[in-house]
C-alpha cells in the first residue's frame, strides 16, 4: 500500500464510503468491481475476484484496510484496457477509415466478444452511449467510447 500516494488514499477512501451503504465502514466484495471503476480502473471479471470480488452480495464484507492493498494492486495491474487499447479494436471495424462503424456491428461486439453482456446491458449502454445511426447505420465510435469510459 506504501505506492499509492496521499491523494490516492483520499479518493479511495471517499469512494470506498460512497459504496459503505450502511455507514459500518464496510462495503459488500460484490461492489469491488464498480468501486474500482470509480476510481477509473478497468478490471475484468476474472481480475476482481481473483481480488476478492464476489459474484453474490452478502458473502464478504471489506473495510478500507483490506480495500487499499486492493486498489494498489488493481492499479498495477496491466491486464486492463485503456481507451487506446479500445480504440483500437473498434477502428477494425471502421472499413472506411472515418471514425465511424455500423450500430449493429457494435452491438454485436458487446453481446460476442470479450467479457460478453447480455441484452438489457447493451441496451442499456448503447440507450445511454451511442450517438444515433446516420442514414447508413453508422455510428462515431470514438465518441461512445468516451462516453462508456467516462
Given amino acids: 500500500m506504501s505506492d499509492l500516494s496521499k491523494n490516492d488514499v ?17 462495503i459488500d466484495a460484490f461492489n469491488l468491481g464498480d468501486l474500482l471503476r470509480a476510481l477509473n480502473s478497468n478490471p475484468t471479471l476474472a481480475t476482481i475476484e481473483k481480488l476478492g470480488g464476489t459474484k453474490k452480495k452478502g458473502e464478504k464484507l471489506l473495510t478500507l484496510e483490506e480495500f487499499l492493498p486492493i486498489y494498489s494492486q488493481a492499479k498495477k495491474d ?24 455500423l450500430g449493429a456491428e457494435l ?12 441484452d438489457s446491458e447493451v441496451a442499456e449502454v448503447t440507450k445511454d452511449c451511442m450517438d444515433p445511426e446516420d442514414d447508413d447505420g453508422m455510428i462515431p465510435y470514438a465518441a461512445f467510447l468516451k462516453k462508456v469510459m467516462a
Fill in 10 to 26: 483520499e479518493r479511495a477512501s471517499f469512494a470506498f464510503s460512497i459504496y459503505d451503504f450502511e455507514g459500518k465502514g464496510k
Fill in 78 to 101: 496491466k491486464d486492463q484496457g485503456a481507451y487506446e487499447d479500445f480504440l483500437e479494436c473498434l477502428k477494425l471495424y471502421d472499413k472506411n477509415e472515418n471514425g465511424l462503424m
Fill in 107 to 118: 452491438t454485436h461486439t458487446l453481446l460476442a466478444l470479450g467479457e460478453k453482456l447480455d
